[in-house]
T-cell receptor
Framework: SAVISQKPSRDICQRGTSLTIQCQVDSQVTMMFWYRQQPGQSLTLIATANQGSEATYESGFVIDKFPISRPNLTFSTLTVSNMSPEDSSIYLC??????????FGPGTRLTVL | GESVGLHLPTLSVQEGDNSIINCAYSNSASDYFIWYKQESGKGPQFIIDIRSNMDKRQGQRVTVLLNKTVKHLSLQIAATQPGDSAVYFCAETNNQAGTALIFGKGTTLSVSS
């Protein structure tokens, strides 16, 4: 398994501001995924962030809104830009280990007022 | 749209009973499947996985069954305990293609003592 930490664990933000979420993994992983989980819903993939390449985004998500950085094999950030109340969700990073298994961080609970 | 779905959004059982949670998937190219448990306020927790070259895999009190013919996945929990109360998600991926996990809608399991 992997130990995954996210910062912040939760935040309340004002409309129009941006928040950067950090994800730290205790081992080196090539593939990292970011998901969003809206209240009472399942997980939706935002983007794939592999070290050494540009992040690839799923339909409905764009780089200007959700820029991602992947500076090394143990760290990644997701920024939620120009936030609106519709962005209120849990944001989760998920590294894929060499065993193919994906684990999840504890999530960042974002509330936008 | 969703490529993975669950048959029942909620399941209520008595402590000590066996629980069966079902999942249907639509992508015949999927070769790896994972069941996750998500408790309130936490990120998804890995329970058990299965690859497409298997039809059954057992863990501690849990068994996953895979029927590729009808694209059906199930999670069996033996001697269900109150601590098993959570939302359960199945997820699928094509590891050969390096795609991310796609999640089903989730089943809420409630265990009464």
């Amino acid at each position: 398994s992997a130990v995954i930490s996210q910062k912040p664990s939760r935040d309340i933000c004002q409309r129009g501001t941006s928040l950067t979420i950090q994800c730290q993994v205790d081992s080196q992983v090539t593939m990292m995924f970011w998901y969003r989980q809206q209240p009472g819903q399942s997980l939706t993939l935002i983007a794939t962030a592999n070290q050494g390449s540009e992040a690839t985004y799923e339909s409905g998500f764009v780089i200007d809104k959700f820029p991602i950085s992947r500076p090394n094999l143990t760290f990644s950030t997701l920024t939620v830009s120009n936030m609106s109340p519709e962005d209120s969700s849990i944001y989760l990073c998920s590294p894929r280990l060499d065993t193919d298994t994906q684990y999840f961080g504890p999530g960042t609970r974002l509330t936008v007022l | 749209g969703e490529s993975v779905g669950l048959h029942l959004p909620t399941l209520s059982v008595q402590e000590g009973d066996n629980s069966i949670i079902n999942c249907a998937y639509s992508n015949s190219a999927s070769d790896y499947f994972i069941w996750y448990k998500q408790e309130s306020g936490k990120g998804p927790q890995f329970i058990i996985d299965i690859r497409s070259n298997m039809d059954k895999r057992q863990g501690q009190r849990v068994t996953v069954l895979l029927n590729k013919t009808v694209k059906h996945l199930s999670l069996q929990i033996a001697a269900t305990q109150p601590g098993d109360s959570a939302v359960y998600f199945c997820a699928e991926t094509n590891n050969q293609a390096g795609t991310a996990l796609i999640f089903g809608k989730g089943t809420t399991l409630s265990v009464s003592s």
